[in-house]
Structures are given as C-alpha cells and as structure tokens.
C-alpha cells in the first residue's frame, strides 16, 4: 500500500478560479509525507504536451509520483454524440495518465450523471458500452481504469447514475476486463450513497485498484436519520461533515483488514484537507500507522 493525497480543499481555486496553480498544490503538498499526489483533470490548464511534461518535472522535483488521475466522463448523456465526446476525453486523460504516472498508472472513470427519465437499463447499456471502449485504449498505453462508487462531480447537475451499491455492483459485474478495469473503492461514498462501506467493499474487493481515504461526521446530536433523503440517499448536507480520517463513520480496521486478505498493493489517496492542511497531514499520518498494521 502507498499513500497519496488529493487536495479537495483546493478543487474550486485550481480548476475554476484559478488563484492556485497545480504547481503551488505539489510545493505545498511537499510537507505532507505523501509518496504520491493524485490529479485532476480541471487541473491542467493546457492539454499541451509540453504543459504536461512540466507538471510531471514538477512532480519528479518533489519526489512524488503522479499514481491517480481523477475524472469525470458523463456516459449518461441520451445524445450519442454527448457520449463520444466523453468518450474521445477520456481517452485524451487516459494518454496523460499514462504520460504522468507511467504503465500501470490508475485513471478514473465514472458512469455519468442520473438524469430524469433515463432507466437503469437504458443507462447501463449505454455505459457498458463507452466504458468498453476506453478499455480498448487504457490496453493500449498499459494503463488501468478505475470505476468509482461516486455521488456527484462538483460540477454535474445531478448525482451519479450507479451512486447506489446495487446499480454500481451491476455496472461492474457487466464488464469482465480485470487487467485494464478495476474499482476506485471511496468509503465515505458509500456513506452518502446510504450504502454500508464495509458490505459494499466485501462484494469487490477483489476488484480494488486504489482508493479515496476521507470521513464523515454527523454533526453533535444529529442522527444518521436527520440527513438522509426520501430516497434513501444522504448527499452532501451539512451536518455531515469533514474531518481527520479515522476519527469518524468508517470503519478502517475492517475496511484495511479486508484489502489486506484479498492482497491489495494499491494506492489510497487522502482526500480532504476541506479543514485545513493540518487535518490532511493527520489523515497521512493515520494512513502510516494502518500501513504499518495491516500492510507490512
């Protein structure tokens, strides 16, 4: 097991704003005891060659390895051309994943967005099939994709189309690639899904290629039925909030104890610091004494 960060506290200032670079997010991040810095898409601001050349020195100069790239690709979209189009974007991050973080590199994919009136079976076979392709070009650069059991982009009108474990487990089992598809497992995705990390993880374990670290907590005196919707799902409310990892809702000694047994030699990636980057650097420091439990 190796150990990245993701800086979520600073998504909107490097991929929206703009008042951060990613070459400000790697120097900073040199004082967290990462090993490697996961990406994001909406971080680079060219997709030059050159642009990406220098963001992968810059990542070399401070002794990080690039091992995650996170996407976004929306497979949803009733418009075919929609479609090919996230397609043809996710095959222009899969080549920078591979450019940035080498074979074997981990880049992520997602379903797309749960839009009103498309069924779970019209939106599956849709998925299955744009997947598919990235597949074929994920073989070709020797790198892997990563499905997530995601709630929502922060910049996607609506959640998830597989958010909940049933369709995500049914969208995995559809595809049979193990070598170039696995699963980006994220705990407190589950969480929010209204789903229970643990079973969810049990039933794809041995699927796992890396995974998302953060938690949740529920704010004092609320209870896990104060915030979930009619649906079933929580979402992003308030009173669910960050914090340091291992100080709230998952159950890390199970979830640690079961990648273990199924011989997991990913990367888990932090993904917070939405309380400040000492939080983050705890998180980190968590993540090395679970290493050092349950890995070595």
């Given at each position: ?26 120097e ?25 050349d ?5 990542l070399?100069?401070a ?7 996170c ?46 009136g ?15 392709q ?42 049979s ?39 949740r ?15 079933g799902l ?8 960050h ?54």
């Amino acid at each position: 097991m190796k150990i990245a960060a993701f800086p979520k506290c600073y998504l909107d200032d490097i991929s929206l704003h703009r008042t951060m670079s990613v070459f400000d997010w790697i120097e900073q991040a040199r004082a967290l005891g990462a090993e490697g810095l996961e990406m994001y898409e909406g971080f680079f601001w060219s997709l030059e060659d050159a642009y990406i050349d220098s963001i992968g020195e810059a990542l070399e100069g401070a002794g990080f390895a690039m091992p995650m790239l996170c996407c976004s690709p929306d497979f949803t979209d009733p418009d075919p051309g929609a479609r090919e189009q996230a397609v043809e974007r996710e095959a222009v991050m899969i080549d920078i994943t591979r450019r940035l973080g080498g074979p074997g590199a981990v880049c992520r994919v997602l379903s797309g967005q749960r839009r009103p009136g498309v069924s779970v079976e019209e939106g599956l076979e849709w998925v299955v099939d744009c997947i598919e392709q990235c597949i074929a070009i994920a073989k070709e650069k020797d790198v892997v994709l990563g499905l997530e059991n995601h709630y929502k982009d922060g910049y996607w009108q609506y959640p998830e189309f597989a958010q909940r474990a049933t369709v995500f487990v049914e969208l995995l089992e559809a595809i049979s690639e193990r070598d170039h598809f696995g699963v980006q497992f994220d705990p407190s995705n589950a969480l929010v899904a209204g789903d229970d990390p643990v079973e969810l993880l049990r039933m794809v374990a041995d699927r796992v290629v890396t995974m998302h670290a953060s938690d949740r907590f529920l704010e004092e005196g609320t209870t896990l039925d104060d915030v979930l919707l009619p649906d079933g799902l929580i979402g992003y409310p308030e009173k669910l909030q960050h914090g340091v990892t291992g100080q709230g809702s998952n159950d890390y000694d199970m979830i640690f104890s079961i990648l273990r047994d199924q011989g997991f030699e990913g990367w888990v990636s932090i993904e917070d610091g939405i309380n400040g980057m000492e939080e983050m650097r705890e998180s980190i420091e968590f993540l090395k004494r679970k290493r050092s439990e349950y890995f070595e």
